[in-house]
């Protein structure tokens, strides 16, 4: 292997370079793998929901235990509050991720290739008409302006 910065040959991959000090990574090994949408929905579903189960567990908790005592202080009822209203808003947010679930799972396959892969093939082809080689541009496109405008100014009064 050769150091992309100095060139320098027989170099192992992951190791730094031995002349430059540049990280060599091993171009063979295959990329990370991305995640699918499905999959980000999936583990949002889930962090969400354990979220607000949690919020609710610790707030019911903290007010069960020390809500009813006489010299409770004010931070643990703003806690609490904090707690469930933090718990609310995984309820929403769970609530958001069923409904893009839902629509998610309404696409037809083809429509989530093309969106995965750019723009799908019959799209460009209503995009884009077809090339014509027959009609190339000419190398200069201002050439003929410029005669006419050489023209426009002989034409032209000079104040």
Not at 5 to 13: F, I
Not at 117 to 137: C, H, K, Q, R
Request: with cysteine; glycine share 6%.
């Amino acid at each position: 292997m050769f150091c992309p910065k100095c060139g320098r040959p027989d170099q192992s991959p992951e190791t730094f370079c031995r002349q430059c000090g540049t990280f060599l990574p091993d171009l063979l090994k295959p990329a990370k793998k991305e995640n699918t949408p499905e999959e980000h929905i999936k583990v949002n579903t889930v962090l969400s929901l354990m979220t607000v189960i949690t919020c609710f567990t610790l707030a019911i908790l903290l007010y069960s235990v020390l809500g009813f005592r006489q010299q409770t202080p004010i931070l643990v009822y703003v806690t609490t509050g904090l707690l469930i209203a933090m718990g609310a808003w995984h309820i929403q947010s769970f609530i958001r991720i069923r409904k893009l679930k839902k629509q998610w799972s309404l696409r037809s396959p083809n429509q989530t290739s093309d969106e995965n892969s750019g723009i799908g093939g019959s799209t460009i082809e209503l995009m884009l008409e077809p090339a014509d080689f027959n009609d190339p541009v000419p190398v200069s496109v201002t050439e003929n302006t410029t005669r006419n405008l050489s023209k426009h100014e002989m034409c032209s009064p000079k104040a």
